[in-house]
């Protein structure tokens, strides 16, 4: 009986298991009514009288051994079983987390940034909410001057009037009159127009505005910089200026550059001419400068003024500007890999 008490030993101490139900079967058959252990009992009244305490101790011990392999298998089990529910499975591969993208017109944004910074040009901003003053009169553009209908614009309040900025060129007036030249700063921000919304124009987009002031600026240095810009921005070096009319300039030019005629694309949005127009430009009217108290004969300089959905439609081949207000997911994770 000792040798059967201690093989029985052997298998309960070596026992596992991975489920509940095994941890059943196995105390079941050792400590069940009809167990092992109640029939090693029974067979212990047989047990000789010198042998019964030896014999006996064993019995119980391995009782106790079977009772405590139940109870701790059962307890670990249970445990786990609990964790599970609050974690899940601690083994499964974690989820990734989504990065999110900035938006095209922020990164075309900080581009042009980053260009003009180079070549010591400063950062400003104005506000969205402008008086007459500083979005039209400053800028050489008094009162029933034909030029305001260019620029349909959003009044809040009439008499003095006060308006959604239709330019960031207010941005120029307000930095003149803050600060002493030489100037060279760059104002980019959101601008509103009443005009119907289609593929091509918008009631709200953006612009960024340029300015330079200093003793000497000269048209050939307008030129420079716009040929430097091009390179930097576009990778192009061929740029023309056409003569044109701003109320705040004279004299006053477009910017096209040459984009090519390579593709199918570069026919479509050059109109098959190869050329582009991407800004508006000019010297600084004597009548703005004067209207911020900076004196013409001293100074002179260059402003100009592009807008920035247009350079990011270019960019990425962008076919419609509404695009960029709707925030559909797949539209912009497409600038994932874009900084
Ligand atoms: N303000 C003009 C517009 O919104 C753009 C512009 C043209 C700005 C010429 C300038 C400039 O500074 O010199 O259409």
Known sequence: MKDQINR????????????LDKVEAFRINYLGS???LKQLFAEFKNVEASQKKEIGQALNNLRNTATEKVNTIKSALEGSKKEAKVYGDLTRPAESIELGSRHPISIVKNQII???????FTVSEGPEIEDDWHNFTALNLPEYHPARDMQDTFFIEKDPDILLRTHTSSVQV?????????????SPGRVFRN?????????IFHQVEGLYIDTNVSFAD?????????????????IRLRPSYFPFTEPSAEVDIY??????????ITKGTGWLEIMGCGMVDPNVLKNVNIDPEKYSGYAFGMGIERIAMLLYQIPDIRMFYENDVRFLEQFKSVI
């Open 259 to 268: 984009w090519g005629l390579e593709t199918e694309i570069d026919y479509k």
């Open 8 to 19: 029985l030993l052997e298998d309960i101490n070596s026992f596992n298991a991975d489920t």
């Open 222 to 238: 307008l030129k420079q910089t716009l040929l430097y810009f091009t390179k930097e921005m576009f990778g192009k070096s061929k």
């Open 114 to 120: 980053d260009v003009f910074s180079r070549i010591g």
């Open 195 to 203: 005009e119907d919304i289609s593929a091509r124009a918008h009631c």
């Open 174 to 186: 307000r930095y003149m009159e803050k600060n002493d030249p030489p100037i060279r700063t760059i």
């Open 34 to 36: 009809k167990g092992v």
